[in-house]
């Protein structure tokens, strides 16, 4: 068997959830996330949260900058690779970059996808043409109807976005979006005084919270 066609896989995770790896064969990249060597305990949530990711994937097939999904059996998820630097890492100070996310953003929501991770820098790629993907949809909501929580938790993708914005090109941010960026909504106001500090103490410190599903290392936004 020649080389192009030989099955590499180089692991990019390994925790208490599984393991994430990065399959390349016949000149093609993916994603495997194997949730059958999670621990025992741990194993029911990692396979909710796969669940979640794949669902998300499903509805949001054929939107460019997403990664699509290639299986899911109900233990290990694959999924398509995207070539491209996590945000903490590109740094992106183009406008440009900021207003094709929104435009992505925008997509992914009138598919009625809530990203609900977009605070991790590492969630967003900046890909080698400098187009904006996103990557991470464990945690991610696709209820049967856009009502008010839809809307809430929309506008936090969007708020979350424009954070990433004022830290990287504040100069750029518009009087409109300066309003958004005062405005959290009541439970990310909430999240912030009471149960974020455990989250990073647990994340950080207990699970030394790192994550390479990307071309480059992935840490925990801080």
């Known amino acids: 068997m020649s080389d192009s066609h030989k099955r590499r896989e180089t692991q990019l995770k390994s925790d208490l959830f599984g393991r994430i790896t990065r399959v390349e064969q016949n000149g093609k990249k993916w994603i495997r996330r194997d949730t059958t060597v999670a621990r025992a305990w741990a194993r029911p949530v990692a396979r909710w949260l796969a669940r979640r990711e794949a669902r998300a994937l499903l509805h949001a097939d054929g939107i460019a900058g997403l990664p699509a999904l290639l299986g899911w059996d109900g233990a290990t998820l694959e999924r398509g690779w995207i070539e491209g630097q ?3 890492q590109a740094k992106p100070l183009d406008p440009g970059y900021y207003r ?3 435009t992505l953003l925008r997509r992914l929501h009138r ?3 809530a990203h609900n991770d977009l605070a991790k820098e590492a969630n967003w790629l900046v890909t080698p043409d400098g187009a904006p993907a996103l990557v991470d949809f464990q945690l991610a909501w696709c209820p049967a109807k856009r009502g008010a929580i839809f809307r809430m938790l929309a506008r936090e993708d969007l708020r979350h976005l424009l954070k990433h914005k004022r830290n990287y090109i ?3 941010l518009s009087r409109r979006q300066k309003a958004v960026l005062s405005t959290p ?3 990310a106001r909430f999240w912030a005084a009471t149960g974020k500090r455990l989250y990073l103490f647990v994340t950080r410190k207990i699970l030394r919270g790192q994550d390479r599903e990307g071309a480059n290392d992935r840490q925990f936004d801080k």
Do not use: N, V
Request: no cysteine; glycine share 6%; aromatic share 6%.
């Open 170 to 172: 504040p100069e750029k």
């Open 111 to 113: 598919a009625g996808i």
């Open 100 to 102: 094709q996310a929104l």
């Open 185 to 187: 909504a009541w439970p």
């Open 86 to 88: 996590p945000m903490q």
